[in-house]
Nanobody, 125 residues
Framework: QVQLVESGGGLVEAGGSLRVSCAASGRTTRSCTMGWFRQAPGKDREFVSAITWNDSTKVYADSVKGRFTISRDDAKNTIYLQMNNLTPEDTAVYYC??????????????????WGQGTQVTVSS
C-alpha cells in the first residue's frame, strides 16, 4: 500500500509560480511511476505530467509543456510539480498518483493504483 498526500496548493496571480508536492508513505515509490492529474470544476480529470520509475523519463501534457516541471526525490519519497507562468486555465484540484512498474500509457488514469486527496490550485486573472 502507498499513501499519498499532496501539499503546496493555493491562490496565485496569473503569470505566477507555485510548487506542489506529493509525499508518499507505506511502500517505497522507487518502483512507481508517479503522475500528476488535475480536475477543473465541471470537467473530467486530465493528465498533467508523469515521471517514470526506471529511468525518470518525464512526460507532459501539451497544455503544460514548457511551463511545468516534474521531479522526484526518492530518498524523501516525494515528487514535485513546479508550475510557472500559470494561467486561470490551470485552476483545478491537482492529484498525485502512483503506479508500480508502469512503463507505458502514463497518461491513462486507469493505470494508477494509488491516489492522493488532491490540493487546490487557483489562478486569478
Amino acid at each position: 500500500q502507498v499513501q499519498l498526500v499532496e501539499s503546496g496548493g493555493g491562490l496565485v496571480e496569473a503569470g505566477g509560480s507555485l510548487r506542489v508536492s506529493c509525499a508518499a508513505s507505506g511502500r517505497t515509490t522507487r518502483s512507481c511511476t508517479m503522475g500528476w492529474f488535475r480536475q477543473a470544476p465541471g470537467k473530467d480529470r486530465e493528465f498533467v505530467s508523469a515521471i517514470t520509475w526506471n529511468d525518470s523519463t518525464k512526460v507532459y501534457a501539451d497544455s503544460v509543456k514548457g511551463r511545468f516541471t516534474i521531479s522526484r526525490d526518492d530518498a524523501k519519497n516525494t515528487i514535485y510539480l513546479q508550475m510557472n507562468n500559470l494561467t486561470p486555465e490551470d485552476t483545478a484540484v491537482y492529484y498525485c498518483a502512483a503506479a508500480f512498474l508502469l512503463s507505458s500509457r502514463y497518461t491513462s488514469e486507469q493505470k494508477y493504483n494509488y491516489w492522493g486527496q488532491g490540493t487546490q490550485v487557483t489562478v486569478s486573472s
